[in-house]
Structures are given as C-alpha cells and as structure tokens.
C-alpha cells in the first residue's frame, strides 16, 4: 500500500494560522484555537506535486468548542489557489471526515475551528482513493463500506 502521505507529525506542515493558533494534540494531531475576538479561524496545510490523482484525506474532529454557526465554509476545505477552486469539503464536527477529490495543481487542506472556540484534529491520512478502497476491502471483507456501521475499533462512527 502506497501512502500519499501519512501525516504522522502534521504539526510540522502546518502553515501559517489566520485569526487562530494551532498547537500538537498528542504526536498525532493539531489543535486549532480562535484568538479573541477574530472571525473565519483556520490554518493551512499545502501540498504540490500531487496531480490528476484521485485522493482521499481522512481525519478525526474531536472536542470542537465554540459557536458553530461561525463556520460558513464547514470544518475542512480542500482547495486549489489561484484561481480559488473547493475540491472537496466536510461539515462534520464530531467523529471521522473523509473528503475525496482530484487536484489538478497545488492543494491545501485548510482546518476551520469556531470563532471563540478551538478543534482537534487528530489522525491525519492522506492517499490514494485506490489504495484506500482496497484498504477498506481489507478491513471490512467486502466491496460495500459504510463508515457509520463500521465498528468502532476500525474508526467507525
């Protein structure tokens, strides 16, 4: 199985935070917290390189405090720049997101956190949809996936 990349420290390539802070949660994760009084919080993580390749990213939301009415664009965007194009996105704001889509230049995964609130993002995996459909195949034994029946030890919701 051929990882994209297995965000194991994603604290390292976080980039630079808008209106918020971002600190380690554990090895395997970032916090994202709004500073006072800022609106539309978030940081960045870019990627180059990676091209007409259908990819999946998947992550943990966990402890997510904060007004959510503030989040217009959900909790993860995944974009491309210059021009603005939103590939994928997720409003989940508890449990497991799964975003697939298909750059065709740059990409970021920007993480939103509510405006005088935090998230936690924790469990980080970006690759391939082919190797993460046979992945699941693997785990679950058959073609059919249902990430809210999956059991719970197998980062089921």
């Given at each position: 199985?051929?990882?994209?990349r297995?965000?194991?420290?994603?604290?390292?390539?976080?980039?630079?935070?808008?209106?918020?802070?971002?600190?380690?949660?554990?090895?395997?994760?970032?916090?994202?917290?709004?500073?006072a009084?800022?609106?539309?919080?978030?940081?960045?993580?870019?990627?180059?390189g990676?091209?007409?390749?259908?990819?999946?990213?998947?992550v943990?939301?966990?402890?997510?405090?904060?007004?959510?009415?503030?989040?217009?664009n959900?909790?993860?965007?995944?974009?491309?720049?210059?021009?603005?194009?939103?590939?994928?996105?997720?409003?989940?704001t508890?449990g497991?997101?799964?975003?697939?889509?298909?750059?065709?230049?740059?990409?970021?995964?920007?993480?939103?956190?509510p405006?005088?609130?935090?998230?936690?993002?924790?469990?980080?995996?970006?690759?391939s949809?082919?190797?993460?459909?046979?992945?699941?195949?693997?785990?679950?034994?058959?073609?059919?996936?249902d990430?809210?029946?999956r059991?719970?030890?197998?980062?089921?919701a």
């Amino acid at each position: 199985m051929t990882y994209a990349r297995n965000l194991v420290r994603p604290e390292t390539m976080v980039g630079f935070p808008h209106n918020s802070t971002t600190g380690m949660n554990g090895t395997k994760g970032v916090t994202v917290t709004a500073q006072a009084g800022m609106q539309e919080c978030f940081a960045d993580f870019t990627f180059s390189g990676l091209r007409n390749t259908p990819l999946v990213f998947r992550v943990d939301v966990g402890v997510v405090s904060g007004d959510l009415s503030t989040l217009r664009n959900g909790m993860i965007v995944i974009a491309q720049r210059n021009p603005w194009v939103t590939l994928g996105y997720s409003s989940v704001t508890s449990g497991t997101a799964i975003v697939k889509f298909t750059p065709t230049s740059s990409f970021l995964i920007r993480l939103y956190c509510p405006d005088e609130g935090k998230a936690v993002y924790d469990r980080f995996l970006l690759m391939s949809e082919t190797d993460w459909e046979q992945t699941v195949k693997a785990l679950d034994g058959s073609d059919f996936f249902d990430e809210d029946t999956r059991p719970l030890i197998l980062g089921g919701a």
